[in-house]
């Protein structure tokens, strides 16, 4: 048997016997500076909720990952120039958003509290829960970039004097230091980074939840590019999944003393 035929053997046989295949490769784009969603610990580790679940969808479909740390009102633009495949990020699912990227299924709720000093008679919000306009005269309110809460102050409060952020660390600090009177952010995290810590002794919530879906959509999903109805299926299985299996709920109280997302996702 010459060499060629010795070779053309050897690769039939590993054929044959099967050569081991490499799992896919996903790319995941979010902050790391989210806490605690998704932040980096003292050893420089990634975690976080979003984390978790990134890991979790993974190891149902059978796909390895790769971190890339971008910031917030970058997401989009890079994951349509294709930086990474995916955004887990806390991003809400909107109408607007979804003109220009996709989504899987929901995991987790998305609303909005502003926080603000303790004891001030503001009365910034109705018995109803609407806003009163007049009454955000005069207030600096931190908000971070190309967020929701941008969207719904832009809508609703177009006169309100807005200090916009690109994170959401600096917009704690500004609250503290007083260059902002008031914030809205996700009450979750307000709650566990803020409220509960020295430095937020003093603050409290000065609004009701605010969870219009028009603005907030209907909750927070992964991001992926138009066009991939075979991976945002398995996506969504694989939420489905995590729900139903408690592993969603596994995930937040890690972090919160509650779950944080609808049981009913893991039905629809």
Known sequence: MNF???LLATALAVLALGAPASAEKLR???????????????????AGYDVDVARGVAEIIGAELEFVCQQWDGMIPALLANKFDLIVASMSITESRLEKIDFSGPYRDSVGRIVGKSGQDLNLFDPSGNPVAENFAGLRIGLERASTYESWFNAKLPD?????????????LDLVNGRVDAIMTNPMKAHLRFLTQEEGSGFEFISPAISEVEFFGIGVGIGLRQGQPEL????????????????LTEYALKYFPFPIHNEEWGDS
């Open 28 to 46: 995941v784009g979010m902050e790391c500076t989210y806490a605690p969603f998704n932040y980096r610990t003292e050893s420089g580790e990634l």
């Open 160 to 172: 309100a004097d807005i200090v916009l952020y690109d994170g959401s660390e600096p917009m704690y």
């Open 232 to 247: 945002k299926e398995r996506l969504n299985g694989a939420i489905k999944q995590l729900i139903n299996d408690g592993k």
């Open 4 to 6: 060629g035929t010795r």
